[in-house]
């Protein structure tokens, strides 16, 4: 108790002769002009974010119209690939079995299985498009542009190896005719002993 009466007694002491040092600020002071300035900027601040979160939403939505628009682009270039492709197709077998089998070196029994090879690969460019087109008409299971454009994109790539299939085997029969070309003009060669 002591203790507490001399250090009682000490800061009465240096409160009563210090009285310069010591003092407090006592009531904060606002500045009215400030603070309405503050919150003015503070309420511009605010509207401006509204706007660009305004902004922003417009761009996502013209993005998502992009996207859309592109993805149309490129399923229409898929398709129109595709249907050139086909049609290429077609007129490479209509040219090139009709060249064949108007061969005098093709035998009759050839006929048929060089038919069939080249009808196989007709029947097979007709079931992609009738693919393609059920994809492209009614919402094939509910799929989305990007969805329906790797299937598109896929049929694309089929068509083009179609129509490389087809150049191979109208290459592979044409070495076989001029074989067989070749071997009759020496079989039947004049020779002049």
């Known amino acids: 108790m002591k203790k507490k009466l001399i250090t009682f007694g000490l800061a ?7 009285p310069g040092r010591t003092t407090a600020q006592g009531m904060p002071v606002y500045d009215n002009t400030n603070f309405v300035s503050l919150v003015k900027q503070l309420v511009e601040s ?31 270039q898929a398709v129109r690939d595709i249907t050139r492709d086909n049609q290429r197709l077609v007129d490479l077998v209509r040219s090139d079995l009709r ?10 029994d050839e006929v048929g299985i060089i038919s069939r090879d080249f009808d196989a690969i007709i029947e097979n460019s ?8 059920q994809v492209l008409s009614n919402d094939y299971l509910n799929m989305t542009d990007a969805e329906r ?4 994109e896929g049929h694309r790539e089929s068509t083009r190896q179609m129509v490389a299939d087809i150049r191979v085997k109208r290459k592979r029969y044409a070495l076989v005719i001029s074989f067989r070309e070749m071997r009759d003009r020496i079989n039947n060669r004049e020779t002049n002993f």
Do not use: C, D, W
Request: glycine share 4%; hydrophobic share 45%; no cysteine.
């Open 149 to 152: 454009l790797t299937i598109l």
């Open 99 to 108: 060249e064949i089998l108007n061969s005098p070196y093709i035998h009759p």
């Open 126 to 133: 007709l079931g992609q498009l009738e693919f393609m087109g």
């Open 12 to 18: 009465l002491v240096l409160t009563l002769f210090l």
């Open 46 to 76: 605010a509207k401006q974010t509204v706007e660009l979160l305004k902004m922003v939403e417009h761009l996502q939505e013209a993005k998502e119209k992009l996207e859309k628009v592109n993805n149309a682009v490129r399923q229409y």
